[in-house]
């Protein structure tokens, strides 16, 4: 018999509460802005690091984040401490250490999009979330340097946008989910 997965639970400053609806400024009922530059605050529930369990290579991830660093490695022991880290900035630490699988380069889009399409499932508290931002372009605005899942809004970064690679990715599932589409290939992103 294989190792068997630690059952817990993260911190519960992510998790949605039941009756939750799009904030923003000026209330849930107000207009989503045309662009949202930081998955924070209002916004969380975009972040690879926002809580919510998804299922994921036949094992329940706490975030998107845990998954995705699982998805890097083929070996299960790999995937089970991946999964088992306390906290989505742990996983992604100890993913950067892990032997990665031999078509990571080529297959890493695609994955994303699918964790992502799992996370924002249609009729799904945050699927209906993703769609209420509307046709806000999603742009994950971040402080550390990293200008290809999102774009650095540090002075140094002040004059080259990021690629945006996580914030285009979840456009395309919102599109998906709008449109009632199955997921498709995320390989033009």
């Given at each position: 018999?294989?190792p068997?997965a630690?059952?817990?639970?993260?911190?519960?400053?992510?998790?949605?509460?039941?009756?939750?609806?799009?904030?923003g400024?000026?209330?849930?009922?107000?207009?989503?802005?045309?662009?949202?530059?930081s998955?924070?605050?209002?916004?969380?529930?975009?972040?690879?690091?926002?809580?919510?369990?998804?299922?994921?290579?036949?094992?329940?991830?706490?975030?998107?984040?845990?998954?995705f660093?699982?998805?890097?490695?083929?070996d299960?022991?790999s995937?089970?401490?991946l999964?088992?880290?306390?906290?989505p900035?742990?996983a992604?630490?100890?993913?950067?250490?892990?032997?990665?699988?031999?078509?990571?380069?080529?297959?890493?889009?695609?994955?994303?999009?699918?964790?992502?399409?799992?996370?924002?499932?249609?009729?799904s508290?945050?699927?209906?979330?993703?769609?209420?931002?509307?046709?806000?372009?999603?742009?994950e605005g971040?402080?550390?340097h990293?200008?290809?899942w999102?774009?650095?809004?540090?002075?140094?970064?002040?004059?080259?946008p990021?690629?945006n690679?996580l914030g285009?990715?979840?456009?395309?599932?919102?599109?998906?989910?709008?449109?009632?589409?199955?997921?498709s290939?995320?390989?033009?992103?």
């Amino acid at each position: 018999m294989g190792p068997k997965a630690l059952k817990r639970k993260a911190p519960d400053t992510n998790e949605m509460p039941a009756d939750a609806k799009l904030p923003g400024p000026g209330g849930p009922s107000a207009s989503p802005p045309s662009e949202i530059t930081s998955f924070r605050g209002d916004y969380n529930f975009l972040s690879n690091f926002f809580h919510s369990p998804i299922v994921y290579d036949g094992l329940e991830f706490p975030t998107v984040e845990h998954a995705f660093q699982a998805a890097k490695c083929l070996d299960q022991a790999s995937k089970l401490k991946l999964l088992n880290c306390n906290s989505p900035t742990i996983a992604k630490r100890v993913g950067r250490k892990v032997s990665l699988r031999p078509d990571w380069e080529r297959v890493k889009m695609d994955i994303m999009h699918d964790i992502l399409a799992l996370k924002f499932a249609p009729n799904s508290q945050l699927g209906n979330l993703l769609l209420a931002t509307g046709n806000a372009e999603l742009i994950e605005g971040n402080a550390w340097h990293d200008n290809v899942w999102g774009s650095c809004v540090c002075p140094k970064h002040k004059n080259s946008p990021g690629q945006n690679k996580l914030g285009k990715l979840i456009m395309g599932v919102r599109d998906e989910l709008r449109s009632g589409e199955k997921p498709s290939s995320a390989s033009n992103v």
